[in-house]
């Protein structure tokens, strides 16, 4: 099955600073990367998300990245804001329909 | 308006007492899965429908079953649930679409074993 890693575990950032977010995958079939966050106590939400036929995705402060070779993905967040605390997974899934979490990155934003 | 509703939010239940969750949506979508997540850690997945095939992870203890009696309900049943059952069991749907598998999660029930 998939085997999905995600670094850091935690992740302290200055506001206005960037945050960065690694995962790695293992199934070269996979092919759809979304990003959640979960605040406590909360469902997952999506934030963003990317096929595998592309390699670069923006929506306003947040983008991701696909290197489909190396099979990792990235997700990046920039003029980070208190509100942008909480708890962030990467996922892979592939066209079989199961869905493959991350670890977690626990994201805090420091005023 | 809620798309995945699943009730209820907290349910309490006693070690070896069958517990029963229980799921619905209202999107129409092929697939439903449910999740368990533990304190700081990742929902895992135990298994998932399409339509009304059922697709259980390789990991998934016997203890837990689930039933799909229409695209609408879905259900997690735990036969005896132990101490290391607590935890947050999410549901969520999905419908593939342009390649792309978007899944929409319930508010979850926070399951506790006395």
């Known amino acids: 099955g998939e085997n999905v890693e995600q670094h850091p575990s935690t992740l302290s950032v200055q506001e206005g600073d960037s945050a960065v977010i690694k995962c790695t995958y293992s199934d070269s079939a996979s092919n759809y990367f979304p990003w959640y966050k979960q605040e406590l106590g909360k469902r997952p939400q999506l934030i963003i998300d990317?096929?595998?036929?592309?390699g670069e995705k923006k929506d306003q402060r947040i983008a991701v990245t696909l290197n489909k070779t190396a099979k990792h993905f990235s997700l990046h967040i920039t003029e980070t804001q208190p509100e942008d605390s909480a708890v962030y997974f990467c996922?892979?899934?592939?066209?079989?329909?199961?869905?493959?979490f991350g670890t977690g990155t626990s994201l805090t934003v420091i005023p | 308006d809620a798309m995945v509703i699943q009730n209820p939010r907290y349910q309490v239940t006693q070690f070896g007492k069958p517990v029963t969750l229980s799921c619905s949506q209202t999107?129409?979508?092929?697939?439903m899965y449910w999740y368990q997540q533990k304190s700081s850690q990742a929902p895992k997945l135990l298994f998932h429908?399409?339509?009304?095939?059922?697709?259980n992870e390789a990991d998934t203890p016997d203890n837990f079953q689930s039933r799909r009696p229409n695209t609408s309900f879905c259900f997690l049943d735990i036969r005896s649930p132990g101490l290391g059952d607590a935890a947050m069991y999410l549901c969520?749907?999905?419908?593939?679409?342009?390649?792309?598998?978007?899944?929409?999660f319930g508010a979850g029930t926070r399951l506790s074993v006395l």
């Open positions: 999107l129409n979508h092929n697939v």
């Open positions: 990317i096929r595998s036929n592309v």
């Open positions: 996922a892979a899934s592939s066209t079989g329909n199961q869905f493959y």
């Open positions: 969520a749907t999905s419908v593939p679409l342009f390649a792309k598998n978007i899944q929409y």
């Open positions: 429908y399409y339509d009304k095939d059922f697709n």
